[in-house]
Nanobody
Framework: QVQLIESGGGLVQAGGSLRLSCAAS????????MGWFRQAPGKERECVGV????????RNADAVKDRFTISRDNVKSTVYLQMNSLKPEDTAVYYC????????????????WGQGTQVTVSS
């Protein structure tokens, strides 16, 4: 069993930056692919990116490709989402999730989820 806890959300002005963290406990994150998702009110949950278990390869959604960066520290069992040039449309609850399926953006393959952290971007 893997427990995931996100942190780092908050209120930021458009153009600003935030870094989200996802700390894992219960089991090591080795061999898990980690995804970051977001869900805005009235919208479906969407993946913003995935990182491989070694951290050497990532896959980002087109909407955030040049603005968001995923990284991980397996020693600390923590995954990060660096968000730059934030836009009001980035406002959502952000979740991290874990799967053994490589580089998938679909939520259905993810086995473990955090509780989410709110990101609000003001215009």
């Amino acid at each position: 069993q893997v427990q995931l806890i996100e942190s780092g959300g908050g209120l930021v002005q458009a153009g600003g930056s935030l870094r989200l963290s996802c700390a894992a406990s219960g089991r090591t994150l080795d061999n898990y692919f980690m995804g970051w998702f977001r869900q805005a009110p009235g919208k479906e949950r969407e993946c913003v990116g995935v990182i491989g278990w070694s951290g050497g390869r990532t896959r980002n959604a087109d909407a955030v490709k040049d603005r968001f960066t995923i990284s991980r520290d397996n020693v600390k069992s923590t995954v990060y989402l660096q968000m730059n040039s934030l836009k009001p449309e980035d406002t959502a609850v952000y979740y991290c999730a874990a799967t053994r399926v490589p580089y998938r953006l679909g939520a259905s393959v993810y086995d473990y989820w955090g509780q989410g952290t709110q990101v609000t971007v003001s215009s």
